[in-house]
């Protein structure tokens, strides 16, 4: 992706924001590229989109018209780099170690993936020992909880890790993207499905606001995982797995803001972009930059 560059003072790029260290003076989110492939279910490239993403930030500006706020006025995107390797062998203790080097004064952990293998390696690692004393909500076509340790499987994986179940929510899951094993299993556990159709018939904000109700509940901090691939596939041609029929793109920008409002969300994970398979106008990556900036919106918002 080429950079976009700007001359002009009055119109500083969302690039802007990105920082090296946490600044006392503004509300710190950290930035953390976690660019897992190799276990997909659909073959895919290994060009990292936490770099695309990234540079797509330089074609949007810091001022959010909706809420009248400049974000370069309070916040500080604190860039931690990617992780090397988290696929590999060991790959998961380097997810923690980088995770451990997040300052304290952080208010949201924004992770960029990678494949749906990310929300497995990041949430473990914020949990540490307290895996069930954690909630997770999932925006995403799909359940996520396939046998074996792939992209599809990283809910089960929490699962069966100790996460609560009763404290799990998966929304716009989709026809013809799972299959009755896979839902029953859900079923079975407890999980809380909002499926695609469901949201033709309640607004996503009703759906994230009950959300935050149910993974929260008792105080509990909450993980929100972001699967571009509930999109529809016509918005995000770089995720393999997308269908016709899915979310807009505006729809996605919506949840993010109001999800990142609830104050217990401690972190949320963009994944399932292939960079390769994008269209030449750079779409995909385009709304996961956005969906950063909706992040930070939603944090704006918190009292």
Not at 106 to 127: C, F
Not at 200 to 207: D, G, K, L, N, T
Not at 250 to 265: K, N, S, Y
């Amino acid at each position: 992706m080429e950079p976009v560059t700007s001359n002009d003072p009055h119109w500083p790029s969302a690039a802007t924001l990105l920082r090296s260290a946490p600044d006392p003076e503004r509300r710190n989110v950290g930035l953390l590229g976690i660019s897992t492939f190799t276990t997909s279910l659909t073959p895919r490239s290994s060009l990292s989109s936490p770099a695309a993403i990234r540079t797509a930030l330089e074609r949007y500006s810091t001022w959010s018209f909706s809420d009248q706020v400049d974000l370069a006025d309070t916040m500080c995107l604190v860039d931690y780099g990617d992780v090397a390797d988290p696929d590999g062998d060991d790959g998961s203790s380097r997810v923690a170690s980088a995770v451990r080097k997040f300052d304290d004064s952080l208010e949201l952990r924004i992770l960029l993936g990678g494949d749906n293998a990310a929300t497995w390696h990041a949430l473990r690692a914020l949990a540490g020992n307290d895996l069930a004393g954690w909630g997770l909500i999932t925006l995403d076509a799909h359940l996520d909880n396939r046998d074996g340790q792939c992209n599809g499987s990283p809910v089960r994986q929490l699962l069966d890790a100790g996460l609560d179940a009763q404290h799990v929510v998966q929304i716009g899951v989709a026809d013809f993207s799972n299959s009755p094993f896979y839902a029953q299993r859900a079923h079975e556990a407890g999980v809380t499905v909002i499926s695609r159709d469901m949201l033709r018939h309640q607004s996503i904000e009703e759906a994230a606001t009950h959300a935050l109700v149910v993974a929260g509940a008792g105080g509990r901090p909450v993980y929100v995982d972001v699967d571009i691939d509930a999109a529809d596939r016509s918005v995000v041609p770089g995720c393999p797995a997308a269908a016709p029929g899915g979310l807009s793109a505006d729809e996605m920008r919506r949840f993010v803001r109001v999800i990142t409002h609830g104050a217990q969300v401690r972190a949320i994970d963009l994944t399932e972009i292939d960079v390769a398979l994008d269209s030449p106008d750079q779409r995909t990556v385009r709304l996961a930059a956005l969906l950063v900036l909706e992040a930070l919106t939603g944090l704006h918002r918190r009292q």
